[in-house]
């Protein structure tokens, strides 16, 4: 099986705009590093790992044009998007909330949806089995007018209506495993019965009003919403039982043509902002896992989207293990932190508790 992946270098070159406090970024001035969770590093950190184990070249790797106005447009309002590019051609500021960028940040914008793009479209057409797009910024937090957490285009959602108006597919599942809630997607699909939004986060973290397992979606879209909020702690062995006991049985209820994974590798252990306790092993098992549903349920179509991670020494071997288990490669990168993060996996007690939780959102999840 062939795996694309799809990145591009300006995309590492998105900053906080009013946020940088050195010289002015843009055009050909790369941004200095500037303190700002969600930076460059992670993604370039995973790239570089992948060329110095030689992963990358097995992969099937190139770049992808910008997502057009038009494609834009199936999501978000002219208004806003009119708003977004006059505040970036004039040097950048703050759309929402937490959404800061700079002189060229709505270019970089289209250019981090389009590789989401091309990578469903690439997946769809057969021209790869599977594929990863290292999209940024991040998109899954972005409501159709509102951009919010590091997000200011709704990336997979672009990709989405993308290939429902091209008549590629007409029934799509995104699995979303990025630690925080993906509010954006839900909102932009939560009265659609074509395409499936599921979510495991933490509890009440961000955004703090959304994500609770009693919104199911509403209208025709009743029932192809489900939300699986973890507690903090929960571990390698919790992400496993979530998955296999709700958003596994979820897509195969739903028999999706293609699955889409909002990708975050925040809810590791030593992301700062989360409390998971998740490894890249949970990572490269929660892929394995999804790989087999796509198999079984679509013809192994599977995309996996980029969207957070904020540790820049962890994230590339979180990255390394997932796209090993999708490409199938022998080429390993050892987790630096196995041992240690092995020895501060919860205990039997949490164990039973998490157990318990998630039994009640199955039973709650079959009955509606």
């Given at each position: ?303 996996l989207v980029h969207e957070g991670g904020y540790s820049e020494a962890y994230v590339p071997f979180c990255g390394h293990a997932v ?46």
């Amino acid at each position: 099986m062939t795996t694309g992946f799809y990145w591009d270098e300006r995309c590492f070159w998105h900053h906080g705009g009013n946020y940088v406090l050195t010289m002015p970024a843009g055009g050909l001035v790369q941004p200095m590093p500037q303190g700002l969770p969600e930076g460059p590093e992670t993604k370039r950190r995973l790239v570089n790992l992948m060329q110095v184990t030689g992963l990358l070249g097995e992969l099937k790797a190139s770049g992808a044009r910008e997502a057009s106005r038009e494609e834009l447009l199936r999501v978000h309002p002219a208004d806003f998007l009119d708003r977004f590019k006059t505040m970036s051609d004039a040097g950048g500021g703050e759309l929402g909330l937490r959404t800061p960028f700079g002189r060229g940040g709505y270019e970089i914008a289209a250019l981090s949806a389009g590789l989401a793009r091309a990578a469903l479209f690439d997946v769809l057409e057969g021209r790869v089995g599977n594929a990863y797009a290292l999209s940024r910024p991040p998109g899954h937090h972005c409501l159709p007018d509102w951009p919010n957490g590091f997000c200011l285009l709704a990336n997979i959602a672009i990709a989405i209506e993308a290939a429902l108006a091209a008549g590629l597919t007409g029934r799509v599942a995104v699995l979303d495993w990025d630690v925080h809630h993906g509010n954006g997607t839900e909102a932009i699909f939560y009265d659609r019965p074509d395409v499936l939004t599921i979510s495991l986060h933490q509890e009440w973290n961000y955004p703090l009003n959304t994500g609770s397992a009693k919104d199911r979606g509403e209208g025709a879209g009743r029932g192809a919403n489900l939300n699986i909020p973890l507690p903090p702690g929960t571990g390698h062995r919790g992400y496993l039982e979530a998955m296999d006991r709700l958003a596994l049985p979820a897509l195969r209820a739903f028999r999706p043509d293609v699955i889409v994974v909002a990708c975050g590798f925040d809810a590791s252990a030593v992301d700062p902002l989360s409390r998971m306790l998740a490894t890249a092993e949970t990572f490269r098992e929660m892929t394995r896992r999804v790989m087999a549903e796509a198999a079984e349920l679509c013809g192994g179509r599977l995309v996996l989207v980029h969207e957070g991670g904020y540790s820049e020494a962890y994230v590339p071997f979180c990255g390394h293990a997932v796209l090993e288990a999708l490409s199938g490669s022998a080429i390993s990168a050892p987790d630096p932190l196995a041992e240690t993060l092995a020895a501060r996996q919860p205990g039997p007690r949490f164990d039973a508790f998490l157990s318990g939780l998630i039994g009640e959102m199955e039973e709650a999840w079959r009955e509606a």
